[in-house]
């Protein structure tokens, strides 16, 4: 149980920073997206994306995909789940967004 608990504390932990909420937010708006588009919609720069991205992945909040250079992202349910609790409401329908790649490697 102690486990557990430290294990739930450290996810939920993941989304006290705005910066990842906001990653998380849009990846749960989305069935994935590459660093460089994340960076795009949220006007941030891709080294500073690709960090909490990654950081949200090694929690197990987000899923990591290689294709070549190319890192895709993907918010889990679990991650989901979460967000929808905090927010006290369901998020919206993911949505495919196209993929230009520019500035995309993590």
């Known amino acids: 149980a102690a486990h ?4 739930a504390a450290g996810r939920l932990a993941a989304f006290a920073d705005p910066t990842r909420l906001r990653i998380a937010l849009v990846l749960a708006a989305t069935s994935e997206l590459c660093i460089g588009d994340t960076a795009g919609l949220l006007d941030l720069p891709v080294k500073l994306v690709s960090h909490h991205a990654r950081y949200l992945a090694e929690r197990g909040l987000a899923t990591r995909e290689r294709e070549g250079k190319l890192i895709r992202y993907r918010l889990t349910d679990e991650a989901r789940a979460l967000l929808e609790a905090a927010f006290g409401r369901t998020l919206p329908v993911q ?4 993929h230009h790649h520019a500035d995309a490697r993590a």
């Not at 557990?4 to 294990?7: C, D, L, N, P, Y």
């Not at 949505?95 to 196209?98: F, I, W, Y």
Request: charged share 40%.
């Open 95 to 98: 949505v495919e967004v196209g």
């Open 4 to 7: 557990e608990a430290e294990a």
